[in-house]
């Protein structure tokens, strides 16, 4: 008697002579599993499809009918009878069949038991196979799965207490090359300490309830030592009573992204400050450009409908206004160029009193105006100091101003200059006004930071003076910080120069400005702007100084002009219609090779200043022009 196994399925057609097979695998019994030739592959569908048409095993009796059969299964003549027991797969499929060969039917009669019986283990095992390999592959998947996602994948066994842990877990926790199933107190001995009760916890608490779900982020400790900020999400499979018996879930690295989610929420806030800091900006300035024109406007009416006392008084109030507007917009810009680092310092050594009584100067009107004292030392009073002496002076007349601004009337301000201990120089400007609040003394200096103020805002200003004393001192390679006790107690800021290392020179007395006396002679002025009101008052001041002159509204209007008239320096707006300045002053030259130019402009960046040098303009100066450091750029033209 023969045993046999045969199979015919999409991957091609077997005939094993002793061996038993199954999909996927084979449980050998001899050595060797054995292709079927072509021309017998019909014999073996033959018998699939009797076996797929029945509930059970074939008998078949060897004759004209089967003969196919037993030869395609290689058969000996001498056998004449066979009887195959399907081996059937999931959903009963038949994958094959055990064959029994005899001689005679008794011969086979007496095995058909057996053969029913190796039937149906060869299914067992062909289906333990099949689900053993789809396991595998599962498996497989799921780990390229965890190794493409970045992400840790588990598996908990919650009974036994194993946890089995996909190929994620190497890569993402550096867990090494072992993925073999863990406790689960392999995960909860790396958390961090801080962490570890809470989502111990977490767990422990979503497992006992009837959750399906549960999600933590925490720190992670991988093998090295370092920490990672992680996602853990759990699924829980419960039974009929809702106790989990399984829970399957992923760990996710998550520390870039927290990262980028903190900078975003930095960024964000940032610009909601920022945008805040406009709004308030643009309110302030509103305010504080109003605050000087209603009085200016309310002066011109006095002036209209007052006598001479009454006009000399408006003026005065006009002068003071317009100057304090001078004053907000020459802050806008400094800040502008300061931020842009486009402020070019001018160093020397001068008298640090030279540069304090310039402040002092400056600042005069507001301290009588206020009735503040203000007291000045400088020890030693030769202290050499080397730095740009006008933006110095503007320095302590910015400090000198805030004390004056934010101390009540009659108050005491002092300013104290001596030598550092690191060869420097130390100034120190102190008032007894109304103090700084601990809180705000970081941030003083930052633009457009002010002191909290009453509706009114009586102290004015735009929140930028401060932040240019800082700017310029740092400039100049020094330090400036803020000191006070609180509301009420005053305020000291004391600004560290660096040391100047070179001799002064000798005479450094006479090194301070000099006015000339020298009268200018008489000159022939062209004015040129199309603001018409701008023009003609200029032109009546410098009539009044004694010079002649002729206005203009445009480009072509001041070369006709400029024909007739024959200017000794021509003052031109930039931003004229038809032509600009820059054009015209091109024009004027060529056709009047000796004049002097100057620019009288509201652009007063330095890529409008090296414009005006190109174009090839002898002054260049910013609207409103004082009318003194007008008629000194004059003199100074006329007389070279």
């Given at each position: 008697?023969?045993?046999?196994?045969?199979?015919?399925?999409?991957?091609?057609?077997?005939?094993?002579?002793?061996?038993?097979?199954?999909?996927?695998?084979?449980?050998?019994?001899?050595?060797?599993?054995?292709?079927?030739?072509?021309?017998?592959?019909?014999?073996?569908?033959?018998?699939?499809?009797?076996?797929?048409?029945?509930?059970?095993?074939?008998?078949?009796a060897r004759g004209a009918e089967h003969e196919a059969i037993f030869r395609g299964l290689g058969l000996e003549p001498a056998t004449q009878f066979l009887c195959a027991a399907p081996v059937r797969g999931g959903a009963g499929r038949v994958l094959?069949?055990?064959?029994?060969?005899?001689?005679?039917?008794?011969?086979?009669?007496?095995?058909?038991?057996?053969?029913?019986?190796?039937?149906?283990?060869?299914?067992?095992?062909?289906?333990?196979?099949?689900?053993?390999?789809?396991?595998?592959?599962?498996?497989?998947?799921?780990?390229?799965?965890?190794?493409?996602?970045?992400?840790?994948?588990?598996?908990?066994?919650?009974?036994?207490?194993?946890?089995?842990?996909?190929?994620?877990v190497q890569s993402l926790l550096g867990a090494g090359e072992d993925t073999e199933p863990r406790g689960s107190s392999w995960r909860l001995e790396r958390l961090h300490p801080e962490d570890a009760r809470r989502v111990e916890h977490g767990l422990?608490?979503?497992?006992?309830?009837?959750?399906?779900?549960?999600?933590?982020?925490?720190?992670?400790?991988?093998?090295?030592?370092?920490?990672?900020?992680?996602?853990?999400?759990?699924?829980?499979?419960?039974?009929?009573?809702?106790?989990?018996?399984?829970?399957?879930?992923?760990?996710?690295?998550?520390?870039?992204?927290?990262?980028?989610?903190?900078?975003?929420?930095?960024?964000?806030?940032?610009?909601?400050?920022?945008?805040?800091?406009?709004?308030?900006?643009?309110?302030?300035?509103?305010?504080?450009?109003?605050?000087?024109?209603?009085?200016?406007?309310?002066?011109?009416?006095?002036?209209?409908?007052?006598?001479?006392?009454?006009?000399?008084?408006?003026?005065?109030?006009?002068?003071?206004?317009?100057?304090?507007?001078?004053?907000?917009?020459?802050?806008?810009?400094?800040?502008?160029?300061?931020?842009?680092?486009?402020?070019?310092?001018?160093?020397?050594?001068?008298?640090?009193?030279?540069?304090?009584?310039?402040?002092?100067?400056?600042?005069?009107?507001?301290?009588?105006?206020?009735?503040?004292?203000?007291?000045?030392?400088?020890?030693?009073?030769?202290?050499?100091?080397?730095?740009?002496?006008?933006?110095?002076?503007?320095?302590?007349?910015?400090?000198?101003?805030?004390?004056?601004?934010?101390?009540?009337?009659?108050?005491?301000?002092?300013?104290?200059?001596?030598?550092?201990?690191?060869?420097?120089?130390?100034?120190?400007?102190?008032?007894?006004?109304?103090?700084?609040?601990?809180?705000?003394?970081?941030?003083?200096?930052?633009?457009?930071?002010?002191?909290?103020?009453?509706?009114?805002?009586?102290?004015?200003?735009?929140?930028?003076?401060?932040?240019?004393?800082?700017?310029?001192?740092?400039?100049?390679?020094?330090?400036?910080?803020?000191?006070?006790?609180?509301?009420?107690?005053?305020?000291?800021?004391?600004?560290?120069?660096?040391?100047?290392?070179?001799?002064?020179?000798?005479?450094?007395?006479?090194?301070?400005?000099?006015?000339?006396?020298?009268?200018?002679?008489?000159?022939?002025?062209?004015?040129?702007?199309?603001?018409?009101?701008?023009?003609?008052?200029?032109?009546?001041?410098?009539?009044?100084?004694?010079?002649?002159?002729?206005?203009?509204?445009?480009?072509?209007?001041?070369?006709?002009?400029?024909?007739?008239?024959?200017?000794?320096?021509?003052?031109?707006?930039?931003?004229?219609?038809?032509?600009?300045?820059?054009?015209?002053?091109?024009?004027?030259?060529?056709?009047?090779?000796?004049?002097?130019?100057?620019?009288?402009?509201?652009?007063?960046?330095?890529?409008?200043?090296?414009?005006?040098?190109?174009?090839?303009?002898?002054?260049?100066?910013?609207?409103?022009?004082?009318?003194?450091?007008?008629?000194?750029?004059?003199?100074?033209?006329?007389?070279?």
């Open positions: 008697m023969q045993a046999l196994l045969a199979a015919s399925h999409a991957y091609g057609s077997y005939v094993a002579p002793g061996a038993l097979w199954t999909e996927g695998a084979h449980l050998k019994v001899n050595a060797e599993t054995v292709p079927a030739p072509p021309a017998d592959v019909s014999a073996l569908f033959a018998l699939h499809r009797r076996l797929a048409m029945g509930d059970g095993p074939v008998t078949l094959g069949a055990i064959v029994l060969a005899a001689a005679s039917a008794p011969q086979l009669e007496t095995s058909l038991a057996t053969l029913a019986e190796v039937a149906k283990l060869a299914s067992t095992a062909s289906e333990g196979s099949r689900q053993l390999l789809r396991a595998r592959k599962e498996q497989e998947r799921l780990q390229l799965l965890s190794e493409a996602s970045h992400e840790a994948l588990w598996d908990w066994d919650v009974k036994r207490d194993v946890v089995w842990w996909g190929g994620g422990r608490g979503a497992l006992g309830s009837s959750a399906s779900a549960w999600r933590e982020e925490y720190r992670f400790r991988r093998q090295d030592g370092s920490w990672l900020t992680v996602e853990e999400r759990a699924y829980f499979l419960r039974d009929a009573d809702s106790r989990a018996y399984r829970v399957i879930g992923s760990i996710r690295d998550i520390s870039q992204l927290k990262v980028s989610l903190h900078s975003e929420r930095q960024a964000r806030a940032e610009a909601e400050a920022a945008n805040r800091a406009k709004d308030e900006f643009l309110a302030m300035l509103s305010h504080e450009l109003r605050n000087p024109l209603a009085p200016i406007i309310a002066a011109l009416d006095l002036m209209r409908l007052g006598g001479e006392t009454t006009a000399e008084r408006a003026r005065a109030v006009i002068d003071r206004q317009a100057r304090h507007l001078v004053r907000l917009v020459e802050d806008l810009m400094d800040i502008s160029r300061i931020t842009r680092g486009k402020i070019e310092l001018v160093r020397e050594p001068v008298l640090l009193r030279q540069v304090v009584a310039r402040a002092v100067e400056m600042t005069q009107p507001l301290f009588d105006e206020r009735r503040h004292r203000l007291t000045t030392r400088i020890e030693p009073g030769d202290l050499v100091v080397n730095v740009d002496s006008s933006r110095m002076a503007q320095v302590l007349s910015n400090l000198l101003n805030n004390a004056a601004t934010y101390t009540p009337p009659g108050g005491q301000v002092a300013l104290k200059a001596e030598p550092s201990a690191e060869g420097g120089v130390t100034i120190r400007v102190a008032d007894s006004g109304a103090g700084i609040d601990p809180a705000m003394l970081s941030e003083v200096f930052g633009m457009f930071v002010q002191q909290p103020q009453a509706p009114d805002r009586a102290q004015g200003g735009l929140g930028l003076g401060l932040a240019i004393v800082r700017n310029l001192v740092e400039l100049h390679g020094g330090q400036v910080s803020a000191h006070s006790a609180g509301g009420g107690r005053g305020a000291e800021f004391v600004i560290q120069l660096p040391p100047y290392l070179v001799p002064p020179p000798e005479g450094l007395e006479a090194s301070s400005p000099r006015t000339t006396t020298n009268a200018p002679r008489p000159a022939r002025v062209l004015l040129v702007d199309d603001n018409q009101d701008a023009a003609d008052t200029l032109a009546e001041l410098l009539e009044d100084c004694g010079y002649s002159c002729s206005v203009a509204y445009d480009g072509p209007s001041a070369l006709e002009a400029a024909r007739r008239f024959q200017p000794s320096v021509a003052i031109l707006d930039i931003g004229l219609p038809v032509m600009d300045g820059y054009e015209l002053a091109q024009r004027l030259r060529s056709e009047h090779s000796a004049v002097r130019l100057v620019a009288l402009t509201g652009y007063g960046q330095e890529k409008d200043r090296r414009a005006a040098r190109e174009a090839k303009f002898d002054r260049h100066l910013m609207k409103p022009a004082e009318p003194e450091r007008l008629r000194q750029v004059l003199s100074e033209l006329l007389l070279a």
